[in-house]
């Protein structure tokens, strides 16, 4: 009998690797669908995996001007990333090894610490287009945060803590919060900020329009192991915040509350199917909205603003 | 139960006049008024047919026919004559300011109930206080003549929700309120016609 540190441990490990390789095969399926419902055939589903391993052995160049923190950076918002992949309620509603490590507010915060390195490495590359786009992503960034910060608050209002395997306990087991209008105007309020965050298609269209673009004009200077490492980190970075909208807002049901590896085995395949609806609602969306101009996001934000401060409303109002 | 229903119909009443707010064709907000209508309408009903009351039937059925169905077509109708109509151009204050302001007041209209009206009665009489704030914000914030009536019927279905707290008001009453909205209506779309509002180019390159 293996002793239960190090079956969680051995979790902790399986749900890195599927995190890490499924990633790509979720932003290949969204491609695949939306290349589909516009009547083409369009790229395998696992064309990203061929831009990843392609990118991987291309030789990186850097530009003249910068330091070596442009080179760092896209190892650090890796490594970011993978850690919170050990920390977020993904295939288990019981915390894993490092569980304990981080809250809701942590995993936000570092989160935000990924993009402001992304940012600060996209400036140091002088390169006009990178510029803009870093300031145009942080002036979005900035309106977005009280958004995410009035969730959590509000998670905290629900569950009494900022722990998000509590939440989804407390949801996957009270019909009364998980019915309740608290609880749906939050998870609203929750998808508005996935589609900005994710660059879906009100926000930002996936071209390299440069009128419109916002993060992807962060990448322009990179090249071949950096640029792979950039990508794969979005993709986890979409994948994560997949995860939680599904297994925290939306959600919770199915996911193993009690350590039973085969549950957490079975659950894997079943928490691939919710992305895979998820999926479907994202790549009808990029198919049929069109992209708001840039002045118009932020009335989208403010929409997304309301709804975290109606479930604050909601929850004052109707408190008897 | 009936006071949940209440709330539920409360807030989706809040969210649809968001929604109003953020929109800038005007046809949207026609319809989103339609929708909020027929809600409104729907919820009457349902109470009058579980409490067994006659006059709250014929009341929902006076205004499923006047605001849901008459009032909406015939807006939509008014507005293909005049095509210029067809968007709000001139917002005053700009939109994703008006959608925070539209949503603080329901903040304000909770803490103007919590200060001022705690002892009157239910926590509920927040949520139309909020609904007419909004409705009359809607009115000022908007240039547009459409939205501005459609302002003002927002705030009259913020009445009918407070009929629903304070019952007793005698039936004549309402139905006279019913039947109101229909002579103002009309004699707003008149008004409109004679309003001079059109578009100056540049500012639609605005942005």
């Known amino acids: 009998m293996l002793s239960k540190d190090f079956e969680l441990l051995v979790l902790s490990f399986v749900q890195l690797i599927y995190v890490v390789t499924l990633a790509p095969l979720a932003v290949g399926i969204l491609r695949k669908i939306e290349e589909r419902i516009e009547s083409k055939i369009g790229p395998s589903i696992f064309q990203e995996y061929y831009n990843l391993s392609k990118l991987f052995k291309k030789q990186s160049t850097y530009p003249i ?31 894993l090894t490092f569980g304990p490590v981080v809250d809701f507010i942590g995993g936000g915060l570092i989160f935000a610490a990924a993009s402001t390195l992304k940012k600060i490495a996209a400036l140091d590359t002088r390169n006009n287009y990178s510029i803009l786009g870093a300031s145009r992503a942080s002036s979005i960034g900035v309106f977005t945060e009280p958004i ?27 019909n009364l919060w998980y019915f309740s209008l608290t609880h749906i105007f939050i998870a609203a309020a929750f ?18 329009n440069e009128l419109g673009m916002i993060d992807q004009s962060l990448n322009l200077e990179y090249s071949g192991k950096e640029l792979a490492l950039n990508d794969w ?3 986890i970075k979409a994948f994560l915040l997949m995860n939680v909208f ?35 609602i994202f790549a009808l969306i990029n198919t049929t909205l069109s992209k708001y101009r840039l002045m118009k996001i932020f009335d989208f934000i403010s929409v997304g603003f309301a709804f975290a401060l109606i479930a604050m409303i909601f929850f004052y109002t109707t408190k008897m | 139960m009936q006071n949940n229903i209440f709330i539920l119909v409360g807030f989706i009443q809040i969210i649809l006049i968001v929604f109003m707010q953020w929109q800038s064709y005007i046809s949207t907000t026609i319809k989103t008024f339609d929708l909020s209508s027929w809600i409104l309408g729907i919820f009457l009903l349902a109470i009058g047919i579980i409490n067994r009351e006659p006059t709250l039937i014929i009341l929902a059925i006076l205004t499923i026919l006047t605001r849901a169905i008459f009032i909406p077509r015939y807006l939509l109708k008014t507005i293909k004559k005049d095509i210029w109509r067809v968007r709000e151009s001139k917002n005053p204050l700009g939109v994703s300011l008006s959608i925070i302001i539209s949503i603080c007041l329901a903040l304000f209209s909770y803490g103007l ?19 007419m704030l909004q409705g009359a914000f809607l009115i000022i914030s908007k240039s547009n003549a459409y939205n501005q009536l459609i302002g003002y019927l927002v705030m009259e279905n913020s009445i009918f929700l407070f009929g629903y707290i304070f019952s007793g008001l005698p039936f004549i ?18 008004i409109m016609r004679l309003r001079k509002e059109n578009i100056d180019n540049e500012e639609e390159l605005y942005g």
């Open chain 1, 233 to 235: 980190g979005s993709y």
């Open chain 2, 173 to 190: 009453v309402e139905a006279g309120i019913v039947l109101d909205i229909l002579g103002i209506v009309l004699v707003s779309s008149i």
């Open chain 1, 65 to 95: 001007t910068t330091s070596t923190l442009f080179e760092i950076t896209p190892y650090l918002i890796f490594a970011m990333y993978l850690l919170l992949t050990l920390v977020l309620p993904i295939i288990t509603a019981f915390p």
């Open chain 2, 113 to 131: 109930y919590s200060i001022a009206l705690s002892n009157s009665g239910s926590v509920l009489e927040s949520i139309p206080i909020t609904l």
């Open chain 1, 246 to 280: 599904i297994n925290v807002f939306t959600f919770p049901f199915f996911v193993p509350m009690q350590m039973n590896i085969l549950n957490v085995l079975i659950y894997m395949f079943i928490n691939f199917f919710k992305m895979l609806i998820l999926i479907f």
């Open chain 1, 191 to 208: 998808f508005f900020l996935l589609i900005i965050e994710t660059g879906s298609l009100p926000i930002e269209s996936d071209s390299s």
């Open chain 1, 148 to 174: 995410l910060l009035l969730i959590f608050i509000m998670f905290g209002v629900i569950s009494g803590t900022n722990n998000p395997y509590v939440i989804n306990n407390i949801l996957q087991t009270s």
